[in-house]
């Protein structure tokens, strides 16, 4: 059960920061030999974490419903990563068992957040269906287990010159549907993984909500100060590190 706990606790921390939650649970299940069920596992964390993120954005979340634009504007970035999901499944999927591929993928996140830096002070704060295409498509890459989805797609919106505040903030609510949709999608093997054992899982989803309510407050804090490239710092690293020690 304290793999499990462990396995929450990362996938609260990187799903929010900036770091790739899936291309961190491939690496530790490797390591922590918790191989074999890696989508089923990584499913349930992510229920844990969606409900973080409903609860964090609560508010955001009612005003959205009045707000038409955003609505459309978020119904444009989910058509968008759902296509690139659906059509790259297969290859997404296996993905997920090679962790050279994890490291690569981290090195890119690594380069981006450091380059989001020259962008970090953007004050643009009105959003266009450029804007939301652009978040779909880098939302639907992040799939690969590596690309971190908060870091690339709240870089792309730096990039665009979209105010950090508003940047984190749709991000974030544009990935609510995103992440229904995938677990909807992984129904089955969430059932598997349930069968297997359900009461690691219960203690890794609940540790996985936890760690994502302070991960999504210390991200904002973080964006706040205009630090974000110290995560693209840590993403190389991490992608070294996992080039020379893990198979």
Not at 134 to 139: I, T
Request: aromatic share 10%; charged share 15%; proline share 2%.
């Amino acid at each position: 059960m304290l793999k499990y706990i462990f396995l929450g606790i990362v996938q609260g921390v990187t799903e929010f920061l900036p770091v790739s939650s899936s291309g961190h649970l491939v690496i530790l299940q490797k390591a922590l030999g918790v191989a074999g069920q890696e989508l089923a596992v990584s499913v349930v964390l992510h229920i844990g974490t969606l409900c973080a993120l409903i609860l964090f954005f609560f508010k955001d979340i009612l005003d959205l419903l009045r707000n038409v634009k955003w609505l459309i504007l978020i119904a444009v970035v989910t058509v968008v990563t759902g296509i690139i999901g659906i059509l790259g499944r297969d290859f997404f999927e296996g993905l997920f068992s090679s962790p050279k591929a994890v490291a690569v993928a981290l090195m890119v996140t690594g380069v981006i957040l450091i380059r989001a830096r020259l962008f970090i002070n953007s004050r643009r704060n009105i959003l266009d269906i450029v804007d939301a295409l652009v978040l779909g498509l880098v939302q639907g890459a992040a799939i690969i287990p590596g690309l971190s989805r908060s870091g690339i797609t709240i870089s792309s919106l730096l990039f665009r010159k979209i105010d950090k505040e508003l940047a984190f903030r749709f991000s974030f609510l544009a990935a609510i549907p995103a992440i229904l949709g995938a677990l909807v999608l992984e129904a089955k093997k969430v059932g598997f993984a349930l069968t297997g054992n359900s009461a690691g899982l219960l203690a890794g989803f609940i540790a996985s909500f936890i760690a994502g309510i302070i991960s999504l407050w210390l991200l904002r804090l973080v964006l706040r100060k205009a630090k974000l490239h110290y995560f693209g710092i840590y993403c190389i690293i991490a992608a070294l590190i996992t080039l020379l020690f893990i198979k």
